[in-house]
């Protein structure tokens, strides 16, 4: 697959939650993360103002305040170049990849996987999809389509972790499981749902 086949593939600008979607840094940018952050320093600060605290621990108090929100601008900033990477790491497969701008956006959970010719037999492929996690297994299988569960919880609290764990996923899926299986069985296409 050629860079513009692979940028084909994925929204032409990514969201702030795309690119933190990519890397487990991510989740310092997401702003209710940063928002509870400053507020506990907020919170600290005010105590310390009000107990008459030492000027040099309420001054060390304030530039925490400040400290989350920008931790949370530099991850941003450093995170801009993650559909390039995403692009290329797409251009790298000898399959396409296609509607993972719903792994980047923290939706879908499944893969479905068409294949050229030969499918291959569900157990086998059941104990490939364990080395990587258990809840990952075939949940279906039709004619040349096999479709796999993604397996990762989404974290109520925390869903920007939970989108990070489930990219991940499912680049170990296609590196570990579809690429040395599509030596054997060639695989057309691979569609999140």
């Not at 000027?55 to 390039?84: D, E, K, Y």
């Not at 296609?174 to 296409?189: D, G, K, Y």
Request: glycine share 4%; net charge neutral; aromatic share 4%.
């Amino acid at each position: 697959m050629t860079e513009t086949e692979a940028s084909e593939l994925v929204a032409d600008r990514f969201s702030r939650v795309m690119n933190a979607t990519t890397s487990p840094l991510g989740v310092a940018s997401d702003p209710p993360v940063a928002a509870v952050a400053t507020a506990v320093f907020l919170v600290a600060y005010l105590a310390a103002r009000r107990m008459d605290a030492p000027p040099i621990a309420q001054t060390v108090l304030l530039v925490l305040v400040a400290a989350p929100l920008a931790v949370a601008v530099l991850v941003a900033l450093s995170l801009l170049g993650a559909r390039r990477r995403v692009v290329t790491w797409l251009a790298g497969l000898p399959f396409a990849v296609e509607n993972m701008n719903a792994i980047l956006n923290g939706l879908g959970d499944g893969l479905e996987i068409t294949f050229k010719a030969s499918v291959p037999e569900t157990p086998a492929l059941n104990a490939k999809l364990d080395e990587i996690h258990t809840d990952c297994f075939v949940t279906d299988a039709k004619d040349q389509a096999v479709t796999v569960r993604i397996g990762v919880v989404e974290d109520k609290r925390n869903p920007a972790a939970s989108n990070h764990r489930r990219y991940r996923r499912v680049r170990e899926l296609v590196e570990r499981v579809l690429l040395p299986l599509n030596a054997e069985h060639p695989i057309e296409t691979v569609r999140v749902k």
